[in-house]
């Protein structure tokens, strides 16, 4: 690992069970040296990442605030799909979740309120399993092979909660199943009393860069009309492709 990137692995030690740091503890977390330790903080610090508090400890920075709001600014799929959202949220009664892929990861960007009012564990930039619930699964399906098998062969530890991951076969044969339906319904899989309905949607290529789920508690979900909920999930998520994709004709 190069020195940049220790240096900015030492975000990564703050979360929500630990939001704040003492140089010391991250030197020893990092395993270097107490000078480099502070080096890296007085850098991070410089750069808005971290912010001293007056105990002397660290905490996040008022930088990652800024970027969060450049990100939401300029994010074309976030712009456009917040009114989208809103509206599904208002026609189904249900939360209206758009989640994104990220390299490796699932994350979160946004959500409307429906009726329900529900309190969900998982919000914008929480990181998401990678394999449970309805979201994961159908962007997962729309991967290259070779991608989903090193997903697969990468994950051990998280694909033990994943129902359907016995083997690689039933992996690769279930996620074709949901790429040809072209949408995925669960049930329990990420929150008990949870359930979500999913469709991908898409930027230039093949490969969808994100999904649209409204998510609905587990005692209705098997009584409400699934044909109509996903007539209009597929219907916002491809205005939202289509516009995004012809931002990006014009900016061509």
């Known amino acids: ?58 905490t996040l920075g008022s930088r990652i605030i800024t970027l969060d709001y450049q990100l939401r600014t300029t994010d074309r799929f976030y712009t456009v799909g917040q009114s989208l959202m809103s509206d599904l949220a ?75 991951s016995a083997s690689w076969g039933i992996f690769w044969e279930t996620l074709q199943k949901t790429r040809k339906a072209g949408y995925y319904v669960s049930k329990g899989e990420l929150e008990p009393d949870v359930g979500a309905i999913a469709v991908p949607f898409f930027d230039e290529g093949p490969q969808a860069v994100g999904a649209l789920a409204l998510v609905i508690p587990a005692r209705r979900i098997d009584f409400m009309n699934h044909a109509k909920l996903l007539e209009l999930l597929a219907a916002a998520a491809q205005q939202l492709t289509d516009a995004v994709r012809a931002d990006a004709s014009i900016a061509k």
């Open 1 to 58: 690992m190069s020195s940049l990137s220790k240096m900015l692995s030492v975000l990564d030690l703050f979360t929500i069970d630990a939001t704040s740091w003492s140089a010391e503890g991250i030197a020893a977390r990092l395993g270097c040296s107490a000078p480099t330790g502070y080096r890296y903080v007085r850098e991070l610090v410089n750069a808005g990442l971290l912010r001293r508090m007056g105990t002397g400890s660290y």
């Open 90 to 164: 208002n026609q189904t009664g249900c939360d209206c979740v758009m989640t994104r892929l990220f390299d490796d990861e699932i994350v979160d960007t946004h959500r409307e309120s429906g009726a329900d009012g529900l309190h969900l564990a998982y919000g914008r930039g929480r990181l998401r399993p990678l394999f449970l619930g309805a979201a994961p699964k159908v962007i997962l399906a729309t991967l290259p092979k070779a991608k989903l098998k090193r997903l697969y062969d990468g994950h051990g530890s998280e694909m033990s909660d994943f129902p359907l």
